[in-house]
């Protein structure tokens, strides 16, 4: 997959106390700001959509080797929203993103999962459909693997909570999410491993 040059005259974020950075989508709202978050992670919501960006350092999958990881990412996802029944996700691609593509040249491999997840909200009994795009950075050096991952419902229940619309939404779209990966750097290896 070629991830497409983009032209921004967006600042680079910091991330994790100036580690890493990248460019976040505009209408976002750091969710830390507003309840804690773990310490290895980074989350990110559109203020007016459902949308999410999720960035997390997480332990190096050694066992599983690059397209696989990021399958069992995946999985992992789908296990901490409670998707795992039959029927309730899918992998739709895995690719791998050329070096060439990306700013963070410290991972061995960069892969690309598109799929999709039926998921409650707040442990609601209505299920929506997101969109899952995900990224896997492979940083076997540092004993690292970072998952970034997009959340893109895009069919709400009408029980769920999100049913509220919002026309005047201007929703991000994979390329703005592919703007994050491109533009994603480590700048300070300390914080890994």
């Not at 997480?58 to 599983?64: A, F, G, I, R, T």
């Not at 009994?125 to 998952?147: G, M, S």
């Not at 919002?166 to 703005?176: G, H, K, R, S």
């Amino acid at each position: 997959m070629r991830l497409v040059t983009l032209v921004s005259t967006a600042m680079a974020r910091p991330l994790f106390g100036g580690a890493l950075s990248a460019i976040i989508p505009p209408s976002s709202q750091d969710i830390s700001e507003l309840r804690e978050i773990p310490d290895n992670q980074e989350v990110f919501a559109h203020n007016q959509t459902d949308q999410s960006i999720i960035i997390e350092l997480l332990e190096y999958q050694s066992q599983v080797q690059d397209a696989d990881a990021v399958r069992y990412h995946f999985e992992d996802v789908a296990a901490s929203n409670r998707a795992v029944e039959n029927g309730s996700w899918e992998v739709r691609g895995v690719e791998q993103v050329p070096q060439s593509d990306l700013s963070m040249h410290d991972c061995s491999s960069a892969w690309l999962l598109s799929g999709a997840q039926l998921v409650s909200k707040f442990n609601e009994e209505a299920k929506n459909t997101v969109d899952i795009h995900l990224c896997l950075f492979r940083l076997p050096q540092y004993t690292t693997d970072i998952l970034v991952t997009f959340n893109n419902p895009v069919c709400i229940n009408p029980l769920s909570s999100s049913a509220i619309e919002n026309v005047a939404a201007i929703p991000w779209t994979l390329q703005d999410f592919k703007g994050v990966l491109q533009s994603f750097r480590l700048l300070d290896p300390g914080v890994l491993g």
